[in-house]
C-alpha cells in the first residue's frame, strides 16, 4: 500500500467511525462534537482527490461555520444537554433489513460499475484558479442563481423566526 | 463554445426581470415598511414587463450560458404559462381575506411569489441537471416559505414543516440520483448524457446499467415530489390543505406545469429514441420507460380519486384531484410523442382555467363563510346563483364533461394515448374519470338539491370584483370547450424541443 493509500483508509475510517458515533450517541452534544471528525475526514479525502478547494471550503464552512453554531445552539439550549434521544425503539428488524439490502446492493454499484475516469488528473498547483475561472464563465448562471436561493432562504428564515409583536393562535 | 455570456444574457430578459423584480420588491420592502400591497404592485409590475419581454425573446431552438438553459418553443409556454399564473395569483392575493390578518407581512409574501416564479421559468428551459437541481430549489424553498406564511394558523405552520421534510428528503435522493448518473456519464449536461448513451457504451450493460437504472429512479422520486405522482405525493393533501388557498393554487397549477416541463424534458432528451416514426417514442436505452411511467400513471391517477371520494374539505378534495390529475398528464409524458406532449400542454391550458377558477371560488367562500367544509356548500347554488353556477362549471370542467374546456383537454390527452399501444392506459383513465364524477357531483348535489344545515337560505353577497373574476373564469371555460382550435395550433407548434443533433 503506498503512502496516498494508507492516509486514504485512515480518513475514512475517521469519516465512518465518528458518523457512527453521530447515530448513536444518546447524548446530543456527544453527537454533535463527533461531526466534526466525519467533516474532518471527509475534508481529508477531498485533499486526497486533488479537490483542495472543497476541502479548505469544507473546513471553513462545516466545521468553522455551520458546526460551531450547532454546538452553541445545543450548548444554548440547555433543555436539550441532558435529553436522551429516543433511539432503537422504532421498527428494528425490518429498519435492519432494508437497511442491509441498500447497503449491499450500493456496495456492489460502487465496485462493479464502470464509472467516467476524467482523462486527465488536475494539476498539483490547485483548483481554485479553475473554479474561480468556471464560476464566472460556464457555470455563471447556477452561480448567480444559488446567490438569489441563498437570499431567498435567509429572508424566509427571518419571516419564520420572527415574532409578529402581536400572536393570535387559530 | 458558440455562444457569449452577453448574447445569453440578452436571450434571458425575462428571466433576468423576474429576477430583477424580485429584488426591486425586496427593496421596496425595505424602503416602505407595511406598505405591503405597494410591494405587491411593484411583482405585478415586474410580471407585466416579463410578459411583454417573452415575445421579443427568440424561440430557438439554441442553448444559453454554456447549455445550462434550452431556449426552446417547448420552454416559452412554460414560461408564458408560469407567469401568466403568477400574475393572476397575485391579483387574488390582492382580494384574499386569509392574507389580510398577517397583513404586515405581506410585502414578503410578493416577494417570494417573484422567487418562486423566476426560480419555476428557470425550471421550464433547465438543459443541465446542476441547472435543474438549482431552479427546482429555488421553488422548493420559496414555496415551503409561503406554505407557512399565514403562521398565526397552526394548520399552515404544520404544513410548511411538513412540506420541508418531505422536501428535503426528495432533494435529497434526487442529488443523489443526480451524482450517480454524473459519475457514470461524466456530464451533467443533457444532450451529452443522452449522446454517451446512445453510443451504446459499456453503460448500457451490467451493473453500470443498474446504476444508472438506480440514478434515474431516484431522480423520478424528486420530481415525481414536484408533480405529486404517487407514491411521492404524501405532502400534497395535508400542504394544499394548510396552505394559504392562494398558494395552494399557485402550486397545484404553475408549480405542478415547471415539473412536468422539467420531467418531459428530462425523459425526451436523455432516454428517448427522437427517429422513432411510430407514435409512441420509444426509450432506447434498455429500460422500458414508458411502461415504468405507465405504472407511475396508473397509481397517481387511481390513488388520487380514490381517495378523493372520502374528502370532505374542498381544499383537501382539490389536492387529491390535482393529484388524480397530475396521472392523466402522466399519460401523455408515457406517450411521448409530439401528440403526446402536445396533449400535455393543452391539457394545462384547460387545466389553468378550471382549477384557478375552482380555487377561487374556494377561496372567496372561504372568506365569506368562514369554511371550506363541503357541507357547508349546501343550498350555496341558490344562495349565491352566478357564483354558484361558475363553481358548479369550474367541476364539470375538471370532470371533463362536455361543453366545456376540460372535455377537450381530456379529450385530446386520451385519443394521443389512443394511438399509441398504450390503449389500456386509456381504459384505466376513462374509468377513473367516472370516480372522478362521483366527488365532483358530491359537491353539486350539496350545492343544488340540499338545504342548509342550520336552515339559512338567506343570499350570500359577494363583492362585484369576485363576481366578476369568477365570470372572467366562466368564459375560457366555455369558451374553450366549444372553440380550440387556435389552442391545439399553438401547443403543436410548442413540442419543439431542443433535442440531441440539433
Given at each position: 500500500m503506498?503512502?496516498?493509500?494508507v492516509?486514504?483508509?485512515?480518513?475514512?475510517?475517521?469519516?465512518a467511525?465518528?458518523?457512527?458515533?453521530?447515530?448513536?450517541?444518546?447524548?446530543?452534544?456527544?453527537?454533535?462534537?463527533?461531526?466534526?471528525?466525519?467533516?474532518?475526514?471527509?475534508?481529508g479525502?477531498?485533499?486526497?482527490?486533488?479537490?483542495?478547494?472543497?476541502?479548505?471550503?469544507?473546513?471553513?464552512?462545516?466545521?468553522?461555520?455551520?458546526?460551531?453554531?450547532?454546538?452553541?445552539?445545543?450548548?444554548?439550549?440547555?433543555?436539550?444537554?441532558?435529553?436522551?434521544?429516543?433511539?432503537?425503539?422504532?421498527?428494528?428488524?425490518?429498519?435492519?433489513?432494508?437497511?442491509?439490502?441498500?447497503?449491499?446492493?450500493?456496495?456492489?454499484?460502487?465496485?462493479?460499475?464502470?464509472?467516467?475516469?476524467?482523462?486527465?488528473?488536475?494539476?498539483?498547483?490547485?483548483?481554485?484558479?479553475?473554479?474561480?475561472?468556471?464560476?464566472?464563465?460556464?457555470?455563471?448562471?447556477?452561480?448567480?442563481?444559488?446567490?438569489?436561493?441563498l437570499?431567498?432562504?435567509?429572508?424566509?428564515a427571518?419571516?419564520?423566526?420572527?415574532?409578529?409583536?402581536?400572536?393570535?393562535?387559530? | 463554445?458558440?455562444?457569449?455570456?452577453?448574447?445569453?444574457?440578452?436571450?434571458?430578459r425575462?428571466?433576468?426581470?423576474?429576477?430583477?423584480?424580485?429584488?426591486?420588491?425586496?427593496?421596496?420592502?425595505?424602503?416602505?415598511?407595511?406598505?405591503?400591497?405597494?410591494?405587491?404592485?411593484?411583482?405585478?409590475?415586474?410580471?407585466?414587463?416579463?410578459?411583454?419581454?417573452?415575445?421579443?425573446?427568440?424561440?430557438?431552438?439554441?442553448?444559453?450560458?454554456?447549455?445550462?438553459?434550452?431556449?426552446?418553443?417547448?420552454?416559452?409556454?412554460?414560461?408564458?404559462f408560469?407567469?401568466?399564473?403568477?400574475?393572476?395569483?397575485?391579483?387574488?392575493?390582492?382580494?384574499?381575506?386569509?392574507?389580510?390578518?398577517?397583513?404586515?407581512?405581506?410585502?414578503?409574501?410578493?416577494?417570494?411569489?417573484?422567487?418562486?416564479?423566476?426560480?419555476?421559468?428557470l425550471?421550464?428551459?433547465?438543459?443541465?441537471?446542476?441547472m435543474?437541481?438549482?431552479?427546482?430549489?429555488?421553488?422548493?424553498?420559496?414555496?415551503?416559505?409561503?406554505?407557512?406564511?399565514?403562521?398565526?394558523?397552526?394548520?399552515?405552520?404544520?404544513?410548511?414543516?411538513?412540506?420541508?421534510?418531505?422536501g428535503?428528503?426528495?432533494?435529497?435522493?434526487?442529488?443523489?440520483?443526480?451524482?450517480?448518473?454524473?459519475?457514470?456519464?461524466?456530464s451533467?449536461?443533457?444532450?451529452?448524457?443522452?449522446?454517451?448513451?446512445?453510443?451504446?457504451?459499456?453503460?448500457?450493460?451490467?451493473?453500470?446499467?443498474?446504476?444508472?437504472?438506480?440514478?434515474?429512479?431516484?431522480?423520478?422520486?424528486?420530481?415525481?415530489?414536484?408533480?405529486?405522482?404517487?407514491?411521492?405525493?404524501?405532502?400534497t393533501?395535508d400542504?394544499?390543505?394548510?396552505?394559504?388557498?392562494?398558494?395552494?393554487?399557485?402550486?397545484?397549477?404553475?408549480?405542478?406545469?415547471?415539473?412536468?416541463?422539467?420531467?418531459?424534458?428530462?425523459?425526451?432528451?436523455?432516454?428517448?429514441?427522437?427517429?422513432?416514426?411510430?407514435?409512441?417514442?420509444?426509450?432506447?436505452?434498455?429500460?422500458?420507460?414508458?411502461?415504468?411511467?405507465?405504472?407511475?400513471?396508473?397509481?397517481?391517477?387511481?390513488?388520487?380519486?380514490?381517495?378523493?371520494?372520502?374528502?370532505?374539505?374542498?381544499?383537501?378534495?382539490?389536492a387529491?384531484?390535482?393529484?388524480?390529475?397530475?396521472?392523466?398528464?402522466?399519460?401523455?409524458?408515457?406517450?411521448?410523442?409530439?401528440?403526446?406532449?402536445?396533449?400535455?400542454l393543452?391539457?394545462?391550458?384547460?387545466?389553468?382555467?378550471?382549477?384557478?377558477?375552482?380555487?377561487?371560488?374556494?377561496?372567496?367562500?372561504?372568506?365569506?363563510?368562514?369554511?371550506?367544509?363541503?357541507?357547508?356548500?349546501?343550498?350555496?347554488?341558490?344562495?349565491?346563483?352566478?357564483?354558484?353556477?361558475?363553481?358548479?362549471?369550474?367541476?364539470?370542467?375538471?370532470?371533463?364533461?362536455?361543453?366545456?374546456?376540460?372535455?377537450?383537454?381530456?379529450?385530446?390527452?386520451?385519443?394521443?394515448?389512443?394511438?399509441?399501444?398504450?390503449?389500456?392506459?386509456?381504459?384505466?383513465?376513462?374509468?377513473?374519470?367516472?370516480?372522478?364524477?362521483?366527488?365532483?357531483?358530491?359537491?353539486?348535489?350539496?350545492?343544488?338539491?340540499?338545504?342548509?344545515?342550520?336552515?339559512?337560505?338567506?343570499?350570500?353577497r359577494?363583492?362585484?370584483?369576485?363576481?366578476?373574476?369568477?365570470?372572467?373564469?366562466?368564459?375560457?371555460?366555455?369558451?374553450?370547450?366549444?372553440?380550440f382550435?387556435?389552442?391545439?395550433?399553438?401547443?403543436?407548434?410548442?413540442?419543439a424541443?431542443?433535442?440531441?443533433?440539433?
Amino acid at each position: 500500500m503506498s503512502y496516498p493509500d494508507v492516509l486514504f483508509y485512515v480518513f475514512a475510517a475517521l469519516a465512518a467511525v465518528s458518523a457512527l458515533v453521530v447515530v448513536f450517541a444518546r447524548n446530543v452534544v456527544y453527537a454533535a462534537f463527533s461531526l466534526l471528525f466525519t467533516f474532518l475526514g471527509v475534508a481529508g479525502i477531498y485533499v486526497l482527490l486533488h479537490a483542495d478547494f472543497l476541502a479548505v471550503a469544507q473546513i471553513m464552512i462545516y466545521i468553522g461555520g455551520i458546526l460551531v453554531l450547532l454546538i452553541f445552539g445545543v450548548m444554548l439550549t440547555t433543555r436539550v444537554t441532558n435529553v436522551d434521544l429516543p433511539g432503537g425503539v422504532l421498527k428494528t428488524m425490518p429498519a435492519t433489513i432494508v437497511s442491509g439490502i441498500l447497503l449491499g446492493t450500493l456496495l456492489r454499484l460502487v465496485t462493479r460499475a464502470s464509472w467516467f475516469v476524467e482523462p486527465e488528473l488536475p494539476s498539483p498547483e490547485g483548483t481554485t484558479a479553475a473554479i474561480g475561472d468556471r464560476l464566472v464563465t460556464t457555470h455563471l448562471l447556477p452561480f448567480e442563481v444559488a446567490g438569489i436561493l441563498l437570499l431567498v432562504t435567509i429572508m424566509g428564515a427571518a419571516l419564520i423566526a420572527r415574532t409578529n409583536g402581536r400572536r393570535r393562535d387559530a | 463554445m458558440p455562444e457569449t455570456i452577453s448574447s445569453s444574457i440578452a436571450n434571458f430578459r425575462p428571466e433576468l426581470a423576474l429576477a430583477l423584480t424580485f429584488i426591486a420588491a425586496m427593496i421596496m420592502e425595505f424602503a416602505a415598511r407595511g406598505k405591503g400591497r405597494l410591494t405587491g404592485a411593484v411583482v405585478l409590475a415586474g410580471f407585466a414587463v416579463a410578459l411583454a419581454l417573452m415575445p421579443f425573446s427568440p424561440a430557438g431552438p439554441e442553448r444559453i450560458f454554456s447549455g445550462m438553459i434550452a431556449l426552446d418553443p417547448f420552454s416559452v409556454f412554460f414560461k408564458y404559462f408560469v407567469i401568466v399564473t403568477g400574475i393572476v395569483i397575485v391579483l387574488f392575493s390582492f382580494q384574499s381575506q386569509e392574507l389580510r390578518r398577517d397583513a404586515p407581512r405581506i410585502g414578503e409574501y410578493f416577494c417570494f411569489i417573484a422567487a418562486l416564479t423566476f426560480g419555476m421559468t428557470l425550471m421550464a428551459g433547465a438543459a443541465n441537471l446542476l441547472m435543474i437541481y438549482i431552479a427546482i430549489e429555488l421553488v422548493g424553498i420559496s414555496s415551503y416559505i409561503l406554505a407557512g406564511f399565514t403562521k398565526s394558523v397552526r394548520r399552515s405552520s404544520e404544513a410548511a414543516l411538513k412540506y420541508v421534510l418531505y422536501g428535503a428528503v426528495s432533494s435529497g435522493l434526487m442529488l443523489y440520483g443526480m451524482s450517480l448518473i454524473f459519475g457514470l456519464m461524466g456530464s451533467l449536461d443533457l444532450v451529452r448524457i443522452h449522446d454517451v448513451l446512445a453510443r451504446g457504451h459499456a453503460i448500457t450493460t451490467g451493473w453500470s446499467f443498474a446504476t444508472m437504472m438506480i440514478g434515474v429512479v431516484l431522480i423520478l422520486a424528486g420530481l415525481g415530489y414536484k408533480i405529486s405522482a404517487v407514491p411521492f405525493h404524501f405532502w400534497t393533501p395535508d400542504v394544499y390543505e394548510g396552505a394559504p388557498i392562494t398558494i395552494t393554487a399557485f402550486l397545484a397549477v404553475a408549480s405542478k406545469a415547471a415539473g412536468f416541463a422539467v420531467l418531459i424534458r428530462f425523459f425526451t432528451v436523455m432516454f428517448f429514441d427522437m427517429y422513432t416514426t411510430a407514435n409512441v417514442r420509444a426509450s432506447f436505452s434498455g429500460v422500458n420507460w414508458n411502461l415504468v411511467l405507465a405504472v407511475l400513471s396508473v397509481a397517481t391517477m387511481t390513488v388520487g380519486n380514490f381517495i378523493a371520494v372520502w374528502q370532505d374539505n374542498l381544499k383537501r378534495m382539490l389536492a387529491y384531484s390535482s393529484i388524480a390529475h397530475a396521472g392523466y398528464l402522466l399519460m401523455g409524458v408515457v406517450v411521448s410523442s409530439d401528440s403526446g406532449i402536445a396533449a400535455v400542454l393543452l391539457y394545462f391550458i384547460m387545466y389553468f382555467f378550471m382549477n384557478l377558477g375552482a380555487f377561487y371560488v374556494v377561496m372567496a367562500v372561504a372568506d365569506k363563510i368562514g369554511s371550506e367544509h363541503i357541507d357547508d356548500y349546501r343550498g350555496f347554488g341558490k344562495r349565491a346563483p352566478t357564483v354558484g353556477v361558475g363553481f358548479a362549471i369550474f367541476l364539470i370542467s375538471l370532470t371533463g364533461l362536455p361543453p366545456t374546456g376540460g372535455f377537450v383537454g381530456k379529450l385530446i390527452l386520451f385519443s394521443a394515448v389512443v394511438d399509441s399501444p398504450f390503449l389500456w392506459l386509456a381504459v384505466v383513465a376513462v374509468l377513473n374519470t367516472v370516480v372522478s364524477l362521483y366527488y365532483y357531483a358530491r359537491v353539486l348535489r350539496n350545492m343544488y338539491l340540499r338545504e342548509p344545515l342550520d336552515g339559512d337560505i338567506s343570499p350570500i353577497r359577494f363583492r362585484p370584483a369576485v363576481v366578476v373574476t369568477v365570470v372572467l373564469f366562466i368564459i375560457p371555460n366555455i369558451l374553450f370547450g366549444l372553440y380550440f382550435e387556435p389552442l391545439v395550433k399553438w401547443t403543436q407548434a410548442s413540442v419543439a424541443m431542443l433535442l440531441p443533433g440539433a
